[in-house]
């Protein structure tokens, strides 16, 4: 669990460095933070749809792994482990309203301590596991838990736009 942090941190910290909008519309336009200032963003609705994404791709990483590859143990563990941590980094993108250089990098960064993490730690990886098959697994769990609550944000942001 402690070295799974490192693959999670950078991107998250990154959230830091986005903004809605620029400051010089916010000092035009005040009220656009109103909702900000009341707390709606952060409330217990906000929290439970967090939840239900998060146990949403959980299942499908899981099951989908299950129910679709039969492989050994350690290779399942593979698959789910790098397709928790794409997901993560298009989880985050996904979530920012302006990429900057800095999100870019922190992701970037992420995905290569995985990658050497993958090369120097062999005794958790089953390295000899990872072809191209093993990619298409992972890209194809990824797009089954991320790619319909991806769709689903962008419609619905499309028929009901915030105000920011």
């Not at 698959?79 to 250089?101: D, G, P, Q």
């Not at 390295?127 to 191209?132: A, G, P």
């Amino acid at each position: 669990m402690g070295y799974s942090t490192i693959y999670t941190s950078m991107p998250v910290f990154s959230l830091i460095l986005d903004h809605d909008i620029n400051e010089q519309a916010c000092m035009k336009y005040p009220p656009l933070y109103k909702t900000l200032q009341k707390g709606r963003t952060l409330s217990a609705r906000t929290f439970l749809i967090w939840v239900w994404k998060s146990v949403y791709q959980g299942c499908v990483i899981m099951l989908g792994a299950i129910l679709c590859f039969n492989e050994p143990m350690a290779n399942m563990v593979t698959i789910t482990f790098s397709t928790l941590i794409v997901i993560e980094l298009l989880n985050v993108y996904s979530s920012v309203n302006h990429l900057k250089k800095g999100m870019i990098l922190s992701q970037l960064f992420t995905f290569f301590i995985y990658v050497l993490s993958i090369a120097l730690m062999r005794s958790y990886f089953d390295v000899s596991y990872i072809t191209w098959t093993f990619c298409v697994r992972v890209l194809l769990l990824t797009a089954a838990s991320w790619l319909p609550l991806h769709m689903f944000e962008c419609i619905f942001a499309r028929l009901d736009p915030s105000e920011f």
